[in-house]
Structure formats: structure tokens, C-alpha cells
């Protein structure tokens, strides 16, 4: 009997010091490895030039349609060439993105979900272009 107390105070001990303990953001292998400064993001297919974003954090890439909203997230994949996110942004809408890392300077962004009610879809390709 008194083998089970102490075993038990110790796993009360235990799962104090574990709840205390501050959770830790994973490294995003796929995100460490861009190079920071302008980049350009291109839908696949299209003409047009492109949108230049500024890569102070590379993190902005995981939420391209709902780049100023404050949102939660879940890494479903993380490997050094894939990462694969699902975030929630409350009423702001919810997505899935995927990026694929070719190089320090190009990837292949595949984002879906809803944005304000309405679904979207893209599937663009990023390079770093210069400075900022």
C-alpha cells in the first residue's frame, strides 16, 4: 500500500512539472531553409506578373489568403523538402497549405480552404527576386 502512494504522489509530481512545462512551436524545416528578402509569388498559369511580398518571416507563405488574420495552427507534415499545415483563423475562414521546397529560392505553394464563407484554391510558385 504504501509502494502505491508513493508511486502516485511521484506521477502527481510529474504531470505537475509536465503542465507547467511551455509548449513548443516544432521547426519548420521547409521555412528555416528560404532565403529572407522580396519574393515573388505566381499563380501556376497565369500572365501576369505576380505578387511581391517582402520574406522578413517565411511563415506569411502558410497563409497567403489570410495573410493579416490571427490565426491557430496544426502541422500535419514536416520534413525538409514538405511542409503541410492546417490553420484556423475563427470567422475569418480556415485553410490547408502545403510547400514544397525545390531550392533556397523557389517553392511551390498549394494553399485551400475558406476565406469570408467562400472557398478558394491556389496553387502558385514562389522565387526569390531580390533585396527588400
Not at 480556415?94 to 529560392?105: A, D, F, N, P
Request: with cysteine.
Amino acid at each position: 500500500m504504501k509502494l502505491i502512494k508513493i508511486i502516485s504522489a511521484t506521477a502527481a509530481l510529474l504531470s505537475g512539472f509536465a503542465i507547467a512545462a511551455p509548449a513548443q512551436t516544432p521547426s519548420m524545416a521547409v521555412l528555416d531553409g528560404l532565403t529572407r528578402g522580396e519574393w515573388t509569388l505566381k499563380e501556376h498559369g497565369s500572365r501576369e506578373a505576380g505578387q511581391k511580398v517582402c520574406l522578413g518571416n517565411p511563415e506569411r507563405l502558410l497563409q497567403i489568403e489570410h495573410a493579416n488574420a490571427t490565426c491557430s495552427r496544426y502541422v500535419i507534415e514536416n520534413s525538409p523538402r514538405k511542409l503541410r499545415v492546417s490553420y484556423k483563423c475563427g470567422r475569418s475562414g480556415q485553410g490547408v497549405t502545403e510547400i514544397k521546397l525545390e531550392s533556397s529560392s523557389l517553392v511551390q505553394i498549394s494553399s485551400q480552404g475558406i476565406r469570408n464563407n467562400a472557398p478558394f484554391s491556389l496553387h502558385m510558385e514562389g522565387r526569390r527576386t531580390g533585396g527588400c
